[in-house]
């Protein structure tokens, strides 16, 4: 049975990973808007991997006896100014989500929960690859500059990108 104090924290987490599908599901809608489809693509890849850390919480709190809470989502912006102000608040906002992973893991390990602790270093490895996904692409639209080319390049690339759910760890 989960203590409260670590259940609550985790239907908080739910609800960050939720607006953060919500948050790339937006980028995504942007970016078909000014025809980067391969961007759009790529977002919307994205949004489905935070569809899979949201549910990995929640399956995680019901097999522990938990009760999960859902609450409301919060909008997110609907517009950026250029493919690389889009991709530096995606960095943002990932090193935001590594920060309360982190906090998660902190209270883990004062509630002496080590089946959430084991559960919570999944998501610190993930979130290495997650900051890292995104720093990548802000440095590439670094390189591209103001390159039509590039970004048309860069975009049909993007646009490989699929969805494969990671990998699994507890639960
Ligand atoms: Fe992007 O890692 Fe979850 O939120």
């Not at 919480?57 to 019901?62: C, E, V």
């Not at 919060?74 to 100014?81: F, L, Q, R």
């Not at 089946?115 to 993930?126: C, G, P, R, T």
């Not at 860069?154 to 990671?166: A, C, I, Q, S, W």
């Amino acid at each position: 049975m989960i203590g409260k104090k670590m259940e609550n924290a985790i239907n908080d987490q739910i609800n960050e990973e939720m607006y953060s599908s919500y948050l790339y599901l937006s980028m995504a809608a942007h970016f078909e808007n000014v025809k980067l489809p391969g961007f759009a693509n790529w977002m919307r890849v994205q949004a489905k991997e935070e569809d899979f850390h949201a549910m990995k919480f929640y399956n995680y709190l019901i097999s522990r006896g938990g009760v999960v809470k859902l609450k409301a989502i919060a909008a997110p912006g609907s517009e950026w100014k250029t493919p690389l102000s889009a991709f530096e608040a995606a960095y943002k906002h990932e090193q935001h989500i590594t920060s309360r992973i982190d906090k998660l893991a902190d209270i883990a390990d004062s509630e002496k929960d080590r089946s959430a602790a084991n559960l919570l270093q999944w998501y610190i490895d993930e979130q290495v690859e997650e900051e890292r996904n995104a720093e990548n692409i802000v440095h590439k639209l670094k390189m591209v500059g103001d390159s039509k080319g590039s970004l048309f390049m860069l975009d049909k690339e993007l646009g490989k990108r699929t969805f494969t759910p990671p990998a699994a760890g507890a639960p």
